[in-house]
């Protein structure tokens, strides 16, 4: 079975301070994609990056990096220049190709102080 | 656009009620998702529908009943819920099931639901 461990329950920072939220995944599969998805308060749960598991290259978009690294099953989301609007709870999420079921992790509790 | 609507924003039913939950998207997707999700913690898959056919239920209770009328509504029929459900019901949906990258799932904003 496949399981996503978030190690960082909550973190707070400082606006247009960089943040690293850590995510490390197990599986014995080959074909997966890994995704982060961030819930404000205001509850929608909204898609942030995705990361096929069969490119190399780190997706990124705009304000926000990942660091995959596959042979160590770790996949950390990078902030840059945070904002006050980028506080919420921040889900690592699994998905084995063609399972249609994400597997989610505890969840981050990111807090961005003025 | 990336927009899947839900109906109604909150809740509230007694445990004799019987109630439903409506999720609807425009975008073509042909999976649709609901997921229960409690305070502080991560959404969990109840059903899938995948080209308006049950493809996936996780062992949910009776009393939650689950509709797909088309390729763009999906709804959730609540009867004699617990006050445990009281919850976060968030609905999502996918372009093609199965076919990875066009698999990942958009989310509403979810109906917040309180069982008396």
């Known amino acids: 079975a496949q399981t996503v461990t978030q190690s960082q329950p909550e973190m707070s920072v400082q606006e247009a301070e960089t943040v690293t939220l850590s995510c490390t995944y197990d599986?014995?599969?080959?074909?997966?994609?890994l995704f982060w998805y961030k819930q404000p308060p205001s509850r929608q749960m909204i898609l942030v990056i995705r990361q096929e598991a069969y490119k190399q290259q780190n997706a990124t978009e705009n304000r926000f990096s990942v660091n995959f690294q596959k042979a160590a099953k770790s996949f950390s989301l990078k902030i840059s220049d945070s904002q006050l609007g980028d506080t919420a709870m921040y889900f690592c999420a699994f998905m084995t190709q063609g399972a249609q079921k994400l597997v989610f992790g505890q969840g981050t509790r990111l807090t961005i102080n003025p | 656009d990336t927009e899947v609507t839900q109906t109604p924003k909150h809740l509230v039913m007694g445990m004799t009620n019987k109630k439903s939950l409506k999720c609807e998207q425009h975008m073509g997707h042909r999976a649709m998702y609901w997921y229960k999700q409690k305070a502080k913690k991560p959404p969990e898959l109840m059903f899938v529908y995948s080209y308006e056919k049950l493809s996936i239920n996780e062992s949910v209770p009776s009393r939650f009943s689950p509709e797909c009328p088309n390729s763009s509504l999906l709804n959730l029929h609540l009867h004699a819920l617990q006050p445990e459900d009281s919850a976060l019901y968030l609905c999502?949906?996918?372009?093609?099931?199965?076919?990875?990258?066009?698999?990942?799932?958009?989310f509403g904003p979810g109906t917040r639901l309180t069982v008396l």
């Open positions: 999502a949906s996918s372009l093609a099931p199965g076919t990875g990258p066009t698999d990942t799932q958009y």
């Open positions: 599986t014995s599969e080959s074909n997966y994609y």
